[in-house]
């Protein structure tokens, strides 16, 4: 009888490995992230937390390799980030990682609706496809009567809501959030949060947020508290 081995664990979606990141000042570097390790397991919810000017937006912009390490090495899905191009890091944040932003940078130029579908319009598929696509996804976060509103006429909790399915259209493997909340009222916060973790669930798909909401951090799988640049995780 030939023994059926134990199939290897999946590689964490992220790995850092003494990850930092220092930025030129007046006179000398100012160190902002110093040395981090870290996993994060496909499909956890994880929420950091600081004082503002900790970091916390810094170490999300590496996740989603819109800045790169001073030092260190950061893998996605096995993947190491350092030694990938331009392109590929463009295709990776396109494909792979949705990003949504305490502003939420909608155009006002054009319908909730095309908002929404702006990522797969910017990635070559057929307007119509893109358009479908969209319609599927307002109507999920609840702004199907919405989708031919110009974006000025929403909502502040409306227009987060379609900046998270603008971020959700190509599937991404996991979702960055910075600040989600934090330009909203404490019911309408408690929606996009409920909304979040919904589709978390849902989609089964890694979500990290930066937030000052206490509330919203102790509602993630794992929470860590950024301090003079070390990341610190929160015993529960």
């Known amino acids: 009888m030939t023994d059926i081995l134990p199939a290897a664990p999946a590689a964490p979606l992220y790995r850092l490995e003494g990850v930092g990141k220092a930025y030129d000042g007046p006179g000398e570097k100012i160190t902002v992230l110093r040395d981090i390790s870290l996993e994060i397991p496909r499909g956890e919810t994880l929420a950091v937390v600081g004082a503002s000017g900790s970091g916390k937006s ?3 912009h590496l996740l989603g390799t819109l800045a790169t390490p001073s030092w260190g090495r950061l893998f ?3 993947r190491d ?10 295709l990776l944040r396109n494909n792979d990682i949705g990003f949504v932003f305490q502003f939420h940078h909608l155009l006002p130029e054009f319908s909730t609706l095309e908002n929404v579908a702006m990522p797969a319009i910017i990635a070559g598929l057929p307007r119509k496809r893109a358009l479908d696509m969209a319609s599927g996804l307002l109507d999920r976060v609840g702004l199907r009567d919405r989708s031919g509103y110009n974006v000025t006429l929403l909502s ?3 227009r987060q809501r379609a900046a998270i399915a ?4 190509r599937s991404p493997r996991v ?3 910075d600040e989600p909340t934090g330009n909203l009222d404490e019911g309408n916060g408690r929606q996009v949060a409920d909304l979040l973790l919904e589709l978390n669930a849902k989609e089964a798909m890694a979500m990290i947020v930066v937030t000052h ?3 919203i951090a102790a509602r993630m799988d794992r929470c860590f ?12």
């Open 225 to 236: 508290e950024l301090k003079s640049g070390d990341l610190y995780e929160h015993t529960r």
């Open 81 to 90: 980030t350092g030694a990938m191009s331009p392109e590929e890091k463009a």
């Open 58 to 60: 810094s170490l999300l």
């Open 213 to 215: 909401n206490l509330e």
């Open 175 to 177: 979702l960055l959030a």
């Open 166 to 169: 603008r971020a959700l259209l």
């Open 156 to 158: 502040g909790g409306e």
């Open 76 to 78: 996605f899905d096995g």
